[in-house]
């Protein structure tokens, strides 16, 4: 019997290392593939570009043709464990419309390789790029429809004009923006900072962690994140933004401002008309402003140096001081401040709980719970 055991677990033994045999391909191998492709189209007023993991570079010129450069030069391995493979770019013309898209293996590996498509096409052609994590460049259109979208891959947008609102998305990819023009402009991005510059049109832009940076905006400008930090500058109309806990930075708001934060701090400087701000337990700081200010922190301070207030307005706070510095004069503004335990100053008038001053026309009202309020003139 005990012999008979022994047979049986060295069946078991020779079994389980045939099937590791069998099954432990050497996959490390990698192909070399080099091609390059090049293609002349007539009267095409639309491309769908799926790049995959190619760059693709997408410029308008002055001319009726759309001609394409392709490039692969490399050394490829499928991570699938498939043998040998090929890698293609492939065309096809329905009317107008030019389809191109790329045939390569999923989970392709790459090293020293170069994996390029440069398509120069008409400045009235409608483009519409996908890519996963290869990089996307689109410039120098007039046309009536843009969108960009990658996965990881880098977008560079510039000089693009779409009578249509213009989409530009990616996940983890890097976004650059300049010189865009169209009703309305939208980026989006989940990990990936945002650059953009000199917009003509309404701005919205949307990041879950990455930055976004933003200026000369000449229309509406909303922005969002939730952990990346937000900055614009050179909005000519109203600004919009809100985020949980990355810090906001904003500068010359033309219009109206409403800023919301949770745990951020807020900093907000030359913004005019009316100056909404909200925040939990970020610091609040605006300074060289003008307007009707409408301010509120749970936990944190506020501080406003240099504002001028033009229309009755409000600062409050649970347990944060306030202290505000205006370039108003005395006799322009009368305040009605409330506070449950911390004191209270107006000028040269100071009290505790309550504190109210008739001299000016323009209302102050100040409300804390345990937060000191200071208000004076420059």
Avoid at 195 to 221: F, R
Avoid at 291 to 318: D, H, L, M
């Amino acid at each position: 019997m005990k012999r008979f055991y022994r047979i049986l677990i060295l069946l078991i033994v020779a079994f389980v290392g045939l099937n590791t045999t069998v099954h432990s391909k050497d996959f490390t191998n990698y192909i070399s593939v080099k091609k390059t492709v090049h293609k002349t189209f007539e009267d095409i007023l639309e491309i769908h570009c799926d790049g995959n993991f190619f760059d693709v570079s997408i410029i308008g010129e002055e001319t009726k043709t759309t001609d394409i450069n392709g490039k692969i030069d490399g050394e490829f391995k499928s991570l699938l464990g498939k043998g040998n493979f090929d890698i293609n770019i492939n065309f096809k013309k329905e009317k107008k419309t030019l389809k191109i898209w790329i045939d390569a293996p999923q989970n392709i590996s790459m090293k020293n390789s170069i994996v390029k498509l440069k398509i120069i096409t008409g400045k009235n052609c409608n483009v519409i790029v996908r890519n996963s994590s290869g990089n996307a460049s689109v410039s120098n259109l007039n046309t009536y429809k843009i969108k960009v979208n990658t996965s990881s891959g880098d977008i560079d947008c510039n000089s693009l004009t779409s009578k249509s609102p213009m989409s530009i998305k990616s996940i983890s990819g890097f976004i650059k923006a300049q010189n865009l023009s169209s009703k309305n402009v939208t980026i989006d991005s989940s990990s990936g900072d945002q650059n953009i510059e000199s917009i003509q049109g309404d701005l919205n832009a949307k990041s879950i962690s990455g930055s976004i940076i933003a200026k000369q905006i000449k229309g509406n400008a909303t922005l969002k994140s939730s952990s990346g930090d937000l900055k614009v500058s050179e909005v000519s109309l109203n600004l919009t933004t809100n985020s949980i806990s990355g810090n906001q930075v904003h500068s010359k708001i033309k219009e109206n401002t409403n800023i919301e934060s949770s745990s951020g701090d807020i900093n907000l400087f030359h913004a005019n008309n009316n100056v909404r701000v909200k925040s939990i337990s970020g610091d609040i700081e605006i300074g060289d402003s003008e307007g009707k200010f409408y301010v509120r922190s749970t936990s944190a301070p506020i501080q406003c140096i240099g504002i001028k207030i033009t229309e009755e307005s409000s600062f409050n706070s649970v347990s944060g001081d306030i202290l505000c510095r205006f370039r108003n004069t005395s006799k322009d503004l009368k305040f009605q401040l409330l506070s449950t335990s911390g004191d209270l100053e107006a000028g040269r008038t100071r009290k505790e709980r309550k504190l109210y001053t008739n001299e000016g026309n323009i209302l102050i009202k100040g409300n804390t719970t345990s937060g000191n309020q200071t208000y004076q003139f420059l």
